[in-house]
Every structure is written in structure tokens, then in C-alpha cells.
């Protein structure tokens, strides 16, 4: 029987909300791998591919970053975004990617560039891509 009560929401509402017998999530120190019985544990995520099984079928999703709370075999994550795998918009992440990388070539002689924030993005971009693909 699956013994976690998994949630991820965003500021868009909630975009899973899952029973699971294990969760799988992008730490910040490192890849954090969730089953029953875990102790309780606030932790901040780092953007990237998050995966929860239930019945030996895996479900991934994208998320952004943010943070997890582990308490009571209920995980709760927060983030500023975040997919499942089959709603990532593909040609939406190809655009943001070569817009970002567009910013990062400029940027060496526009000091207007805001050269985190375009490495954000394309790290985003790239996941996304990633993650839909299945790689
Ligand atoms: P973009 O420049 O395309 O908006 P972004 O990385 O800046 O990309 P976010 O700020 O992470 O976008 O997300 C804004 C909203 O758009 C969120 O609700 C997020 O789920 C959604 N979103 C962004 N990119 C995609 C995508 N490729 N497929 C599906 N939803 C997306």
C-alpha cells in the first residue's frame, strides 16, 4: 500500500497531489530519496527533475526550485513552477532557451543584461527539455 501523501504546489495552485511509495527530489546538498517512515526534514530544492512511484510506475515532474517539508510521511513541496512531464510545453522551452542564450552572447557588450537571470532561464530551458525527453 502506498504510504506517502505527496503535494506540490505553486503560486498557480496545486499541480500534484499523489499517493506514492517513494519520492525522488533535486536537493539542494544533493538528490533526496523520500520513502515512509522518513524523519522530518525542511529542505531547499534546487531547479530540476522531481519523480514519485506508486505501484512501480514512475511520474516525473519539473520544478523550479523551492522548498520541501517532510513530516509525518507527508511531503509538501513548494515552488515557484512546476510540470509534469506530459504538460511541458517543448517549443515553449526551446524558445525560452534561445532567448536566453541569445541574452548570454550579448551580454560580454550590453551591461544592461541581466546575466543571472539568463542563466536561470536557460538552466530552466534545458531541464524542462531534459525532462520531457525523458533523459
Ligand atoms: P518562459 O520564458 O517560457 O515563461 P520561464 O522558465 O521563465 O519560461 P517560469 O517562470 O518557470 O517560466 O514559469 C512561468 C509559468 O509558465 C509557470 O506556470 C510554468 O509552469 C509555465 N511554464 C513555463 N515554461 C513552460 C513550459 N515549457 N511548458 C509548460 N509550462 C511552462
Redesign the pocket.
Known amino acids: 500500500m502506498a504510504a506517502l501523501q505527496l503535494e506540490v504546489v ?1 503560486p ?1 495552485g496545486p499541480v500534484v497531489q499523489a499517493e506514492a511509495d517513494y519520492v525522488g527530489i533535486p536537493g539542494e546538498l544533493g538528490q533526496l530519496g523520500i520513502m515512509p517512515g522518513h524523519s522530518p526534514l525542511l529542505t531547499a530544492l534546487t531547479p530540476g527533475r522531481l519523480y514519485f512511484r506508486k505501484n512501480d510506475q514512475n511520474t516525473d515532474v519539473f520544478i ?1 526550485g523551492g522548498f520541501a517539508e517532510i513530516s509525518e510521511n507527508r511531503v509538501s513541496i513548494l515552488a ?4 509534469l512531464k506530459e ?3 517543448v517549443a ?2 526551446q ?2 532557451m534561445d532567448r536566453a542564450r541569445q541574452r548570454l552572447e550579448k551580454a560580454a557588450s550590453d551591461e544592461t543584461i541581466d546575466v543571472l537571470r539568463a542563466e536561470a ?1 536557460l538552466l ?2 534545458s531541464l ?1 527539455m531534459k525532462i520531457a525527453s525523458g533523459s
Open positions: 505553486t498557480n523550479s515557484e513552477s512546476a510540470e504538460h511541458i510545453d515553449r522551452a524558445r525560452a532561464a530552466r530551458a524542462r
